[in-house]
């Protein structure tokens, strides 16, 4: 069973962030590297708890997985996959992200 992906409004302006970053160099690198980060977020459908379990948080429904220096930081719930952040992995984590989660 395939579960659906779900964007908080957290990760996605995390995203633009990147993105807009990224553009200062090369627009093109990062419409590109925004598609690896969906697509990774997108492998998740079918292997949801394929990413690992966040050292700092400790919990099995909370997951991270890793797209080059980014951490795509998630939530399975029932039949959704919930991103709630992308953080480069040298930022602390932010305290709301259980906060984040339902």
């Known amino acids: 069973m395939a579960f659906s992906i779900v ?4 990760a996605l ?3 633009d962030q990147i993105a807009n970053y990224i553009s200062r160099g090369s627009s093109a690198y990062a419409s590109g590297f925004v598609r ?4 990774r977020a997108d492998s998740l459908e079918l292997f949801p708890m ?3 379990i ?3 948080i400790g919990r099995d429904d ?3 997985t890793f797209v080059k220096k980014y951490r795509l930081i998630y939530q399975v719930d029932q039949n959704e996959i919930r991103m709630l952040a992308v953080i480069h992995r040298a930022r602390e984590l932010p305290t709301t ?3 984040r989660a339902s």
């Open 97 to 99: 992200i259980v906060d």
């Open 54 to 56: 966040m050292p700092e």
């Open 36 to 39: 690896q980060i969906m697509d």
């Open 50 to 52: 394929a990413g690992a």
């Open 7 to 10: 964007w908080t409004d957290h």
């Open 62 to 64: 909370i997951r991270e």
């Open 13 to 15: 302006s995390d995203l």
